[in-house]
């Protein structure tokens, strides 16, 4: 299996800050990689596929940028409505696997 | 709006089963591959299975195969999840997803397994 990390576990950060979140595969998954929000008691919401294509209504402030075996997901300037878990998921190879997420919260 | 809509959860007792449903509208279920991700209490996400839009192909995560199986019906629009012989570790709220990478998701379903 694909193992799928993400770093840091926790993030404390500004609104207005610029944040990176970093997921690693354990092998190659070319650009088969999506970005998901979480916030508590919802269910997860799609921002990137592909790496690096912004879902449709997400936010230019959210990118996605890799391939291979490393990726980032960068928010430009922090909202209040970004504070959040972020989870990476490869789809490349059965089973399909998420990384541990990143609580992204206030500082 | 495209909205999809499990039911089926409860409290079972290990070694039951239960057998999950998602309904989709706003968009034609059998152009899509669906799939069936969880969330235990606290933890992350997990994937545990997808079927092809034609049903003819299914994929499961090591920890459900051969106790979970998935299925769907487009004429109904509806994805289904049956599982058997259910561990305390199954104890999860259940979403079903659609897609490739998952575009759309439903609001979940908890099981909880317990005796």
């Known amino acids: 299996d694909i193992q799928m990390t993400q770093s840091p576990s926790t993030l404390s950060a500004n609104v207005g800050d610029k944040v990176t979140l970093t997921c690693r595969a354990s092998?190659?998954?070319?650009?088969?990689l999506a970005w998901y929000q979480q916030k508590p008691g919802k269910a997860p919401h799609l921002l990137i596929y592909k790496a690096s294509t912004l879902e449709s209504g997400v936010p230019s402030r959210f990118s996605g940028s890799g391939s291979g075996t490393e990726f980032t997901l960068t928010i430009s300037s922090l909202q209040p409505d970004d504070f959040a878990t972020y989870y990476c998921?490869?789809?490349?190879?059965?089973?399909?696997?998420f990384g541990q997420g990143t609580k992204v919260e206030i500082k | 709006e495209v909205r999809l809509v499990e039911s089926g959860g409860g409290l079972v007792q290990p070694g039951g089963s239960l057998r999950l449903s998602c309904i989709a509208s706003g968009f034609i279920l059998n152009s899509y591959e669906m799939n069936w991700v969880r969330q235990a209490p606290g933890k992350g996400l997990e994937w545990i299975s997808n079927i092809s839009s034609s049903a003819i192909n299914t994929h499961y995560t090591e920890s459900v195969k051969g106790r979970f199986t998935i299925s769907r019906d487009n004429a109904k629009n509806s994805v289904y999840l049956q599982m058997n012989s259910l561990r305390v570790e199954d104890t999860a709220i259940y979403y079903c997803?659609?897609?490739?990478?998952?575009?759309?998701w439903g609001q979940g379903t908890l099981v909880t397994v317990s005796s």
């Open positions: 092998q190659s998954i070319r650009n088969w």
């Open positions: 997803a659609s897609g490739l990478y998952f575009r759309h």
């Open positions: 998921q490869q789809y490349n190879s059965y089973p399909w696997t």
